[in-house]
């Protein structure tokens, strides 16, 4: 049985996650890892962790609704703070910080 539109959360070696969502074409895809930025996620880990490098994917939320699916992602981003580059990689629903 293949999943609809999900969001998803990926765990990194780490320990820090990004939230993302797959609404594309006809469902979820098992191949498809977001777009988080591959440079960001690189410069944490020395060329020796990434050559054995694991990722845990799980499905957090399934709709048949993308307009859901869009919320939900963002929920989530908040909810597991995975916009605090302490905890994660995402840079949508990021706190700007104040310049004095």
């Given amino acids: 049985m293949k999943f609809r539109h999900v ?3 990926l765990t990194f070696p780490n ?5 993302g969502k797959d609404i594309g074409g006809a469902g979820h895809s098992i191949n498809y890892f977001g777009s988080w930025d591959n440079n960001l996620v690189e ?7 990434l050559s054995d490098f ?6 957090l939320f399934e709709s048949e609704n ?3 699916v869009n919320q939900k992602e963002s ?7 995975s ?3 302490a905890i994660g990689y995402n840079q949508t629903h990021r706190s700007r910080k104040k310049t004095l």
């Fill in 83 to 85: 916009n605090d580059e």
């Fill in 7 to 9: 969001v998803y959360k």
């Fill in 66 to 68: 993308k307009q859901e």
């Fill in 54 to 59: 694991t990722i845990r994917k799980e499905i």
């Fill in 75 to 81: 929920e989530l981003i908040i909810r597991h703070q």
């Fill in 15 to 19: 320990g820090k996650i990004y939230i």
């Fill in 43 to 49: 410069q944490d880990f020395t060329k020796e962790q």
